[in-house]
T-cell receptor
Framework: DAKTTQPNSMESNEEEPVHLPCNHS???????IHWYRQLPSQGPEYVIH???SNVNNRMASLAIAEDRKSSTLILHRATLRDAAVYYC????????????FGQGTRLTINP | EAQVTQNPRYLITVTGKKLTVTCSQN?????MSWYRQDPGLGLRQIYY???????DKGDVPEGYKVSRKEKRNFPLILESPSPNQTSLYFC?????????????FGPGTRLTVT
């Protein structure tokens, strides 16, 4: 499985945008980029995914570099409820049957 | 409400006493899987199932069994639990196993084996 690299931790302030980076230099052409987050004492939660183009949904935006070797998860206006561990994961189109979770980025939101 | 449910949420048991953790989804998903989460090791896949009667090993299958007799249920069986199986367990499901399909996770089962 192609690997991803994320900062161990980040900190931001409430109501400010947050940009969470992810490097995936060995990504293959058929790998989707998925983001999940895990709030304290909960199961992982799907956030967003994309293949080549930038994606938006009600939770976040995903900006994918043109060469696809990096991506950024954007929380447009962070709230205290966004404090979680965020995981960037690659998943092969053909059906990588598992999600390979790295250590993720622990996001702290200051009031 | 679309969801993945697990039972029990918490379980303390003794070495060697067989146990089953149930997992059920109400979204008609084909793909289901089990993960365990341990400090410093992250989430690791135990077993997965592509559809009814189709199961396969993940990264850490030793000491576990699964079955998929119905589409909605995917129980995790520990025939003879040992202390190294003390962990937080998550069940997940997705519409398909393909890369563009998001996974939905259950709330977790915290298992302690003494």
């Amino acid at each position: 499985d192609a690997k991803t690299t994320q900062p161990n931790s980040m900190e931001s302030n409430e109501e400010e945008p947050v940009h969470l980076p992810c490097n995936h230099s060995t990504i293959s052409g058929t790998d989707y980029i998925h983001w999940y987050r895990q709030l304290p004492s909960q199961g992982p939660e799907y956030v967003i995914h994309g293949l080549t183009s930038n994606v938006n949904n009600r939770m976040a935006s995903l900006a994918i570099a043109e060469d696809r070797k990096s991506s950024t998860l954007i929380l447009h206006r962070a709230t205290l409820r966004d404090a979680a561990v965020y995981y960037c994961i690659l998943r092969d189109w053909g059906g990588a049957q598992k999600l390979v979770f790295g250590q993720g980025t622990r996001l702290t939101i200051n009031p | 409400e679309a969801q993945v449910t697990q039972n029990p949420r918490y379980l303390i048991t003794v070495t060697g006493k067989k146990l089953t953790v149930t997992c059920s989804q109400n979204m008609n998903h084909e793909y289901m899987s089990w993960y365990r989460q341990d400090p410093g090791l992250g989430l690791r896949q135990i077993y997965y199932s592509m559809n009814v009667e189709v199961t396969d090993k993940g990264d850490v299958p030793e000491g576990y069994k699964v079955s998929r007799k119905e589409k909605r249920n995917f129980p995790l069986i520990l025939e003879s639990p040992s202390p190294n199986q003390t962990s937080l367990y998550f069940c997940a499901s997705s519409l398909s196993p393909q890369g563009g399909s998001e996974q939905y996770f259950g709330p977790g089962t915290r298992l302690t084996v003494t």
